[in-house]
């Protein structure tokens, strides 16, 4: 039975904003742009800015000081199941706290994503010694090749432990500011040194030791098993010792460039091609774009986010002499208000936009994500093909479906059902609609950073799945 419920106290709350990571990173020096770059982190397996696992567990902490005494504080495990993002609201819920143990959880609506166990002892064991390092934390996250993690040790100095004991100062009163400075230094260890740029963290197991003095962090790889990407540290710091363990998360996709698509495509293949892309800034859009464009065809690509990286695949065509016009789209938003400027009268539509399909759920079913599915899939596309048809004579609609409605995986349930639901759509829609016609292809996993995954898995290259799509749509028009 929970001791606590955050259901009653505000003070077991916690909504992550921005300066909660400016203030963690500057504490820390763990500047990985997976926290702090929202660019980069759209990049990740995450989609978006995580916060630092470390922060969480120890705000967590920090909400338990407040009731329960941590002063005899021994042992930590910690457990790092989902990432929590910046502008989660999150909860702490201790669900065990008595005098030799306490065990509590940090959820995001009710979804589990930090456990820590804690056990309490009278007293603590002897530290190693840590020799004064003299390396500094670097400005940026150092760059880590997999084949040279195995043996890998230093040590480096911790920042002034002032600022992290700002962030947690009733745990730091309890068990001391240069054990709470380690544990941050570990966040450090992990985001900054191994393995660095391209990394996630997965695990602590700390034990705080009988001596809490020095200013330095040594470590040394203990395992590294490259077919899971795992690495496994040990640390020694200012009254701590931990086993850390993290993954080498996949580095961003690079996406195949116009010179590479252009010697796949004749130079005036798809000259009478006029094509709307929604979500052409990145994955098989851009891939789609630029394959028209290098075939003569005139391209416009939207974007919900990333101007930048939408304006980079522009600036790509047009520099090898294509046209492409950047428009911003949300698909959650009516259409005409948005297309107004679009200079193109589409004889084709790919319809590429996507929330974020892996989350975490609280139910197997959840209605709202639900609608916001078939906002995206149905009636985006809908609206966007009698849109198309408004501006021209014809239209040939691509629809973009999931071999994961062969598989129906419990996580993706409300993404399946949509998809479902669109192939329905689409085929009706070509039926009943004049001069429409629509393609709706289940395609399979795709090399993209939408679709990366920790552990490899095979995927497909986008321009040998979109090339002789392109070629289908551009024989109906």
């Known amino acids: 039975m929970d001791h606590a419920s955050p259901d009653c106290d505000p003070a077991m709350m916690r909504v992550w904003t921005e300066a909660h990571q ?26 978006e800015r995580v916060v630092h696992g470390v922060h969480a567990a120890l705000w967590a902490l920090e909400t338990c000081a407040a009731l329960h005494p941590l002063k005899q504080l021994a042992t930590l495990q910690m457990r790092f199941e989902r990432f929590v993002l910046v502008g989660d609201r999150t909860a702490v819920t201790i669900h065990e706290a008595g005098a030799q143990q306490m065990r509590l959880s940090l959820s995001v609506d009710g979804v ?46 911790l920042p002034n432990p002032e600022a992290v004991v700002a962030l947690a100062p009733r745990l730091a009163q309890a068990i001391g500011p240069n054990r709470v400075a380690a544990l941050g230094g570990l966040s450090t260890l992990i985001g900054m040194f191994v393995p660095g740029l391209h990394s996630i963290l997965s695990k602590i197991d700390a034990t705080l030791t009988g001596q809490a003095d020095g200013s ?16 496994t540290l040990e640390a020694e710091g200012p009254g701590l010792a931990a086993r850390v363990e993290g993954f080498v998360r996949p580095r961003p996709v690079e996406q195949e460039t116009l010179r590479d698509l252009a ?23 851009a891939t789609t774009a630029k394959l028209i464009a290098a075939g003569g065809g005139a391209v416009c690509i939207t974007y ?16 090898g002499g294509g046209r492409c016009q950047v428009i ?6 009516p259409v005409a208000e948005q297309l107004g400027s679009l200079e193109i009268a589409p004889t084709q539509l790919y319809h590429f936009a996507t929330p974020r399909i892996f989350r975490q759920k609280r139910a197997l079913l959840e209605p709202a994500c639900l609608e916001e599915m078939m ?14 048809l408004g501006r021209g004579n014809s239209l040939a609609a691509f629809y973009p479906s999931t071999t994961a409605i062969d598989e129906a995986p419990r996580d993706t349930l409300e993404y399946v059902m949509a998809k479902t639901a669109g ?4 085929a009706t829609m070509a039926r009943t609609i004049p001069n429409l016609t629509t393609v709706i292809e289940r395609l399979p996993r795709v090399r993209t950073d939408q679709t990366a995954t920790i552990f490899p898995v095979p995927a497909a290259a986008p321009s040998a799945l979109m090339l002789p799509i392109i070629r289908r749509m551009s024989s109906l028009t």
Request: proline letters at 6%; charged letters at 20%; glycine letters at 6%.
């Open 22 to 47: 400016i203030a963690f990173a500057r504490a820390t020096g763990d500047v990985n742009p997976m926290h702090m770059d929202a660019w980069v982190a759209r990049r990740t397996l995450a989609g």
């Open 216 to 231: 330095s962090l040594s470590y040394a790889v203990k395992r590294f098993q490259p077919m899971l990407q795992s690495v």
């Open 112 to 157: 589990r994503a930090l456990t820590i166990q804690a056990a309490f002892a009278a007293e603590r064991p002897p530290a190693k010694p840590v020799e004064a390092a003299q390396a500094a934390i670097p400005a940026e996250p150092i760059v880590v090749d997999p084949a040279a993690i195995s043996g890998l040790a230093g040590a480096f100095r």
């Open 263 to 285: 010697a796949l495509v004749q130079p005036a293949v798809f000259s009478d091609v006029s094509a709307l892309i929604v979500g052409g800034s990145r994955g098989l859009g």
């Open 423 to 426: 192939e329905t759509l689409a």
């Open 304 to 319: 919900a986010s990333g101007a930048d990286e939408a304006e980079a695949v522009a600036q790509e065509i047009r520099d």
């Open 375 to 388: 906002r995206i899939y149905n009636y985006a596309f809908y609206e966007l093909s009698l849109f198309c």
């Open 328 to 333: 911003q789209y949300d698909a959650a938003r």
